[in-house]
């Protein structure tokens, strides 16, 4: 293997009715970055039925060029499909580095695009570096159960290949006007690239919004006491205009549903403030949400470690500070209103 040949830093885009995934922006700017570092460029590999309208929104978070690969069985998301044009891309452009978002889209495609291709794949990354000397992708992830950060490197085979978490990533800031250049990859998608038959789609109804789009968080632990409690976290969240959270103990004890968790085995946010109520700050929940702008803590145990990553501590029960703090916020607005 000449790794001469290898260059650029590729990234899978994620879009599903033609509406791109956040995480693909994310990566886009962290591709950015990465492309600086090694002297290279990006290229965005956007895969789909009638996607030709997103061109310009990967032009504008980052993306130097765009491999299109347009056809019909590519709509809906299937894995073989979608398999055989990655590796199909990857054998004739010969990227450096190929991103995946971590979602359960990229989580299914990319460990079997890295076993076609014969290379290795870092799953769940929240920390991507060029090594200064060797220019190898430095690629961290948690590991034994979150207890340690790994960095591990894929010296001897190209592509270097990862998936990235949604929500760790920074987006670049927007390029406007730039239009980068696409190239439509003719590749012919037959019957024996094809063993499944979508019959029909049945989404899920919520009225929730994604807490990884959420501005505001109220998140509890395992200080709530009990499913019931956090009745009144709803109640804070429902002034503020944010959503409801929560950690991995609450997850495991079945009060609430995996969806809202946050951490390293949930999901990864930034909010704009992060209320955080009866959480000690696990090392594996604060890789979740210490990004995050804002983080006031709320916790009967002074020596809790998330006041070590809080702006602002409550040192008290959540169960009796958390229902007095939303009294005090709505006499706070029904003053302001009657102004």
């Known amino acids: 293997m000449s790794f001469e040949d ?30 600086n570092n090694m002297g290279t460029e990006v290229t965005a590999v956007l895969l789909g039925s009638k996607v030709s309208g997103l061109y310009d929104e990967l032009s504008k978070w980052g993306a130097d060029k765009i491999l299109v690969v347009d056809d019909p069985a590519l709509e809906p998301y299937t894995t073989e499909p979608y398999a055989y044009c990655m590796d199909s891309i990857i054998r004739k452009y010969k990227p450096a580095v190929v991103l995946y978002g971590a979602t359960a889209i990229g989580r299914d495609l990319a460990p079997r695009v890295a076993a076609r291709v014969g290379t290795g794949l870092t799953a769940d990354c929240t920390k991507l570096e060029v090594d200064a ?4 992708l430095r690629m961290t992830r948690p590991a034994f159960g979150g207890n340690i950060m790994a960095t591990i490197l894929c010296p001897e085979h190209r592509p270097q290949m990862a998936t990235v978490r949604p929500g760790v990533m920074e987006k670049a800031k927007p390029q406007a006007g730039f239009k980068a250049p696409v190239e439509v990859v003719d590749l012919k998608i037959g019957a024996e690239h094809k063993n499944v038959d979508v019959v029909k789609i049945i989404k899920k109804v919520s009225n929730k919004i994604d807490i990884q789009d959420a501005k505001i968080l109220v998140a509890g632990g ?12 709803r109640e804070l969240a429902d002034v503020l205009g944010g959503e409801v959270a929560s950690s991995r103990a609450c997850v495991d004890a079945g009060w ?14 930034r909010p704009s403030l992060y209320i955080a109520c009866g959480i000690s700050g696990a090392i594996q929940h604060l ?13 009967k145990d002074q020596y809790a470690p998330i006041f070590e990553v809080a702006d602002y501590g409550i040192i008290g029960d959540a169960l009796t500070i958390v229902p007095e703090l939303t009294a005090k916020l709505k ?5 302001k209103e009657a102004v």
């Not at 650029?8 to 994620?14: E, K, R, S, T």
């Not at 000397?133 to 190898?136: G, N, P, S």
């Not at 609430?256 to 946010?269: A, L, M, R, S, Y």
């Open 331 to 335: 006499e706070a607005i029904a003053e």
């Open 256 to 269: 609430v549903e995996k969806d809202i968790q946050v951490g390293q085995t949930g999901k990864t946010v």
């Open 133 to 136: 000397e060797t220019k190898d």
């Open 222 to 233: 395992r200080g709530m006491g009990k499913p019931e409690n956090f009745k009144m976290l």
């Open 287 to 299: 890789a979740g949400m210490e990004e995050s702008d804002l983080i006031i803590a709320i916790n």
């Open 6 to 35: 290898y260059k650029g830093v590729y990234v899978f885009v994620q879009q599903v009715e033609s509406k791109i995934d956040n995480v693909s922006f994310e990566l886009l700017g962290k591709a950015k970055e990465l492309a």
